[in-house]
């Protein structure tokens, strides 16, 4: 069974600074996807950035980027720049590989909520 | 509109009471799931369909919930007799096979009371 865990419930940051939002992860499988989703106070689930099991550079996307360490089994997220804007909860999620049932399933873990300070 | 639509967005309900929650994907898109997310936790999967062909079920919590997606695209998940726990947002994500993002909607609060 696919497990992800973020062990921080919660996480300041000062405006215009940096922070680092850490997902750990477990899977029997070779092939897997791992994802960075936002969900601000309204509700909705807004894609971040995605890193693929065989990708061999960490994922970038603007301001946005993925700390892929797969011998650890962690993928960090790393916000530059904070803004007011970014205070939302932030989930990481694993993708099943292909050749499941599911292809395209995603098991999210706990959670952060990122508050950016003025 | 270009994304996933749920309604409603939200729902009261009292205990015992059947209730049904629409989802309306992105045009074209094969994959349709359905999340339960209980208030402070992240989603948790209920079902997936592929087309019309519901492919896996495993994470619906009882025999009261039951979805369906008839033609290939609108799904309806339903919940008959209602419990409080059944309270949370209810998640519908649609996406291309083998693509790499799910785009979800915005979900449906259901309040059992």
């Known amino acids: 069974a696919q497990k992800i865990t973020q062990t921080q419930p919660g996480m300041f940051v000062q405006e215009k600074e940096a922070v680092t939002l850490d997902c750990t992860y477990d899977t029997s499988d070779q092939s897997y996807g791992l994802f960075w989703y936002k969900q601000p106070s309204s509700g909705e689930m807004i894609f971040l950035i995605y890193q693929g099991s065989y990708d061999e550079q960490n994922a970038t996307e603007g301001r946005y980027s993925l700390n892929f360490q797969k011998a650890r089994k962690s993928a960090n997220l790393v916000i530059s720049a904070s803004q007011l804007g970014d205070s939302a909860m932030y989930f990481c999620?694993?993708?099943?590989?292909?050749?499941?049932?599911?292809?395209?399933?995603?098991?999210f873990g706990q959670g952060t909520i990122l508050t950016v300070h003025p | 509109g270009a994304g996933v639509s749920q309604s409603p967005r939200y729902k009261v309900a009292k205990r015992g009471q059947d209730v049904a929650l629409r989802c309306d994907p992105i045009?074209?898109?094969?994959?349709l799931f359905w999340y339960q997310q209980a208030l402070g936790q992240g989603p948790e999967f209920l079902t997936y369909?592929?087309?019309?062909?519901?492919?896996?079920k495993s994470g619906l919590p009882s025999d009261r919930f039951f979805a369906e997606r008839p033609e290939g695209s609108v799904s309806t998940l339903k919940i008959q007799r209602t419990q409080q726990e059944d309270s949370a947002v209810y998640l519908c994500?649609?996406?291309?096979?083998?693509?790499?993002?799910?785009?979800f909607g915005q979900g449906t609060r259901l309040t059992v009371v």
């Open positions: 994500a649609s996406s291309r096979p083998g693509n790499t993002e799910a785009f």
């Open positions: 045009s074209g898109h094969v994959s």
């Open positions: 369909f592929q087309n019309e062909a519901q492919l896996d």
């Open positions: 999620a694993m993708r099943e590989g292909p050749g499941g049932t599911s292809y395209g399933k995603l098991t």
